[in-house]
């Protein structure tokens, strides 16, 4: 029934931005906290960001703190991630996930819909 998809990636220059769309069907966003995560290869999946059915952010990678920014249209039921001034080591399979709470949870098993991905490679 509940579905997100990804996308937007793409192969970016180091210093380039992308900006990736979460698109939900089957249930409304105004009810689920979204996180993005992100899988590189050889590593395991770990979490970027994440933001609540109000619009609070949490950040879930200081890696990424100050270049990416998570937000929501709840209008057009999609969440976004906007990433800045890229690294090759941001280079991954990048997921959305939703949870059935209102707020960001602190364990990855609260998100149990999952996107499909979308590549993001950062490379000169």
């Known amino acids: 029934q509940l579905q997100l998809v990804e996308s937007g990636g793409g192969l970016v220059q180091p210093g380039g931005s992308l900006r990736l769309s979460c698109a939900a069907s089957g249930f409304s966003l105004d009810y689920y906290a979204i996180g993005w995560f992100r899988q590189a290869p050889g590593k395991e999946r770990e979490g970027v960001i994440c933001?609540?059915?109000?619009?609070?952010?949490?950040n879930y990678a200081d890696s990424v703190k100050g270049r990416f920014t998570i937000s929501r249209d709840n209008a057009k039921n999609t969440v976004y991630l906007q990433m800045n001034s890229l690294k090759p080591e941001d280079t991954a399979v990048y997921y959305c996930?939703?949870?059935?709470?209102?707020?960001?949870?602190?364990?990855?098993?609260?998100?149990?819909?999952w996107g499909q991905g979308t590549q993001v490679t950062v490379s000169s």
């Open positions: 933001i609540r059915n109000s619009g609070g952010v949490t």
């Open positions: 996930a939703a949870a059935p709470i209102p707020w960001c949870p602190l364990m990855t098993n609260d998100f149990r819909s």
